[in-house]
């Protein structure tokens, strides 16, 4: 082991007592949506096209002039009308946009749905829309994690790069996995195995720090449920993976209101507590890897650049 650097359990025991903050900026999204007049404006048309529909259908208007105007409504759906209520609707009745898009039969059937089931108005508040993109905001943390994670690296003095070869030359640098930089190449050309139950399991950073490199998968998980509990097992499951190379180590990241839920020792569940005794069972048993949350990362990453 690097003599700047401590055991598994004193990085593990500092992310115990040192859980994720609330707020943590890498994962808040709250300006105002630069595109929000488009969002407005386009459901506007939506909601104008549908008084309309309704209007004729009421007056009992000729069937082609109606079909002209669900024509005119296909065709002013683009992307900026997710956050209208008629496509909110429309997800609602188990279909998508691109569907009601492409089929006019079904557009019509769901609008017919949407004028028995709903209330229908001409008024296009902002804070609405603003309101169903916050909503959406979660699928914006995608890569946010590696973000925060290269943001905190390049803080102790790594440089970012994005060739293997620069990953060679470099002596301290984090490089991230991509479709060039996957399993396979890092495989072949680090000479490690990463037996993960799927093969085609992508981690997230490779940090070089001298000699020693940190084979990194970061996770940012709020709540619990089954789709996490997957999650947290394919993480334990890193944590169990090991190389005949002693410079090489696993790094689990996880961040978010459930790294504290599962790192609180007061949580007693039966899930909580199994998942931590393989946790702990698998850091005793592979002593060069490691699972931290954000202060462990710190002080793990501080410590190898002193």
Request: aromatic fraction near 10%; charged fraction near 30%.
């Amino acid at each position: 082991m690097n003599s700047k650097i401590q055991s598994n359990q004193h990085y593990f025991k500092i992310s115990c007592e040192n859980p994720e903050n609330f707020l943590d900026k890498f994962y808040i999204f709250d300006e105002r949506h630069p595109d929000i007049e488009k969002y407005i404006a386009n459901t506007k048309d939506i909601k104008n096209i549908l008084i309309t529909i309704k209007t004729l259908q009421n007056k009992k208007e000729r069937v082609e002039i109606i079909e002209k105007y669900f024509c005119e409504l296909q065709k002013i759906l683009s992307d900026f009308s997710n956050c209208s209520e008629f496509i909110c609707f429309v997800n609602a009745c188990d279909n998508t946009l691109k569907s009601v898009k492409t089929d006019l039969n079904l557009i019509k059937k769901i609008t017919k749905k949407y004028f028995s089931k709903r209330t229908l108005n001409e008024f296009v508040p902002e804070e609405w829309i603003q309101a169903v993109l916050d909503s959406n905001s979660s699928r914006k943390k995608g890569k946010c994690g590696e973000i925060k994670l290269i943001a905190m690296l390049k803080g102790f003095g790594f440089n970012e790069i994005e060739t293997w070869d620069d990953f060679l030359n470099k002596k301290k640098c984090v490089l991230q996995f991509s479709k060039k930089i996957n399993m396979k190449y890092v495989r072949e050309k680090l000479n490690v195995k990463i037996r993960t139950k799927k093969q085609n399991k992508k981690l997230d950073l490779i940090v070089k720090s001298g000699k020693r490199i940190f084979l990194l998968e970061a996770k940012h998980l709020n709540t619990s449920g089954g789709g996490q509990d997957k999650q947290i097992a394919e993480l334990i499951e890193i944590l169990n993976l090991k190389e005949k190379n002693k410079d090489i180590s696993y790094v689990v990241f996880l961040d978010g209101n459930y790294s504290n839920v599962l790192l609180d020792i007061k949580k007693c569940g039966d899930k909580l507590k199994t998942q931590r005794q393989e946790i702990k069972k698998y850091l005793r048993k592979n002593s060069n890897n490691y699972w931290l949350n954000t202060s462990g990362f710190r002080a793990l990453f501080g410590d190898l650049t002193k």
